[in-house]
Nanobody, 124 residues
């Protein structure tokens, strides 16, 4: 059983930056592909970015390409989401997710473990 705990959310002005962290415990972190999703009020949870166990494969949503960067440190059992040039439409609860295996996926149903989420609010 893998436990995921997100941190780093907060309130930021448009154009600003935040770095989210997700600390994993209870499993072999390097066995998991990791991803970030987000959910805005009244909307479905959507894919943001994902990367493979060794960081060799990365995917991200078109809406965040060029602004958000996903990375991981297997020695620290942590995955990060660096968010730059934030926009009000990035406001959401951001969730970290893990799936056992080598391949990354963008569907929520493909992920086995989820964190509790961290709120990101971008003011205009």
């Amino acid at each position: 059983q893998v436990q995921l705990v997100e941190s780093g959310g907060g309130l930021v002005q448009a154009g600003g930056s935040l770095r989210l962290s997700c600390a994993a415990s209870g499993g072999t972190f390097s066995s998991y592909a990791m991803a970030w999703f987000r959910q805005a009020p009244g909307k479905v949870r959507e894919f943001v970015a994902a990367l493979s166990w060794n960081g060799a494969s990365i995917d991200s949503a078109d809406s965040v390409k060029g602004r958000f960067t996903i990375s991981r440190d297997n020695a620290k059992n942590t995955v990060y989401l660096q968010m730059n040039s934030l926009k009000p439409e990035d406001t959401a609860v951001y969730y970290c997710a893990a799936r056992l295996g080598t391949q990354i996926r963008s569907g929520t149903q493909k992920y086995d473990y989820w964190g509790q989420g961290t709120q990101v609010t971008v003011s205009s």
